[in-house]
């Protein structure tokens, strides 16, 4: 059952190369606890098995082969590296690395969701000056057009009082 973890996280697609050869080292520890602890192997919700299952699907998302600092990839490493340190493990160990995990990948999420909002706001913002500026500019082509005025008059009205009437229809 353990090699069948491994296997699946192996064909995994979706999770980069690097975290594979991470999450390979933890392959002897779990052969090692899934012998004290059969309970690991007939229980899915058990929380090695969750731990490692989160392991692999934040590796599939937050894991950036380019840039290891980002993403979970420091944390991840630190968690490995203490299953393997670590000789005798328990339930509490994973719950505490379960929740490691879990915190670092709900903080990548928010800050994502963030980001996204801010540039979702910031494609609005343009899209309203874009058009605030065009009906500037067309409300004085419509005042002025045709109008014989002075080239000072001119430069006034297509720079100062275009740029005012923006900021008013804003």
């Known amino acids: ?13 979706t999770v980069p190369g690097l975290a594979k050869a991470l999450l390979g080292h933890l392959h002897t520890p779990y ?13 899915q919700a058990h929380p090695a098995r969750i731990f490692f299952n ?10 950036e082969e380019l840039d290891l600092d980002a993403g979970i990839y420091p944390t991840l490493k630190n968690i490995v590296g ?11 160990a994973f719950e505490k690395y379960q ?14 969701r963030t980001a996204e909002n801010r540039s979702t ?7 309203k ?18 109008k014989e005025i002075t080239l000072e008059c001119k430069r006034f009205i297509d720079s100062v009082w275009v740029d005012y009437l923006i900021l008013v229809l804003l």
């Not at 090699?3 to 699946?8: D, I, K």
């Not at 203490?82 to 509490?92: A, F, P």
């Not at 929740?99 to 994502?112: F, M, N, V, Y």
């Open 54 to 63: 989160l392991a692999v699907d934040g590796s599939g998302v937050w894991v």
């Open 99 to 112: 929740q490691q995990l879990s915190e670092k990948i709900t903080a990548l999420e928010d800050r994502s």
């Open 121 to 127: 706001e910031a494609e609005k913002g343009r899209a």
């Open 31 to 43: 052969i090692k606890y899934a012998l004290k602890n059969v309970e690991f192997l007939s229980n």
């Open 82 to 92: 203490e299953i393997v340190r670590h000789g005798n493990l328990d339930e509490q």
């Open 129 to 146: 000056l874009e058009y605030t500026k065009d009906l500037a500019h067309n409300t004085t082509d419509q005042i002025f057009g045709g």
């Open 1 to 13: 059952v353990v090699g069948m973890l491994f296997e699946n996280m192996l064909d995994d697609q």
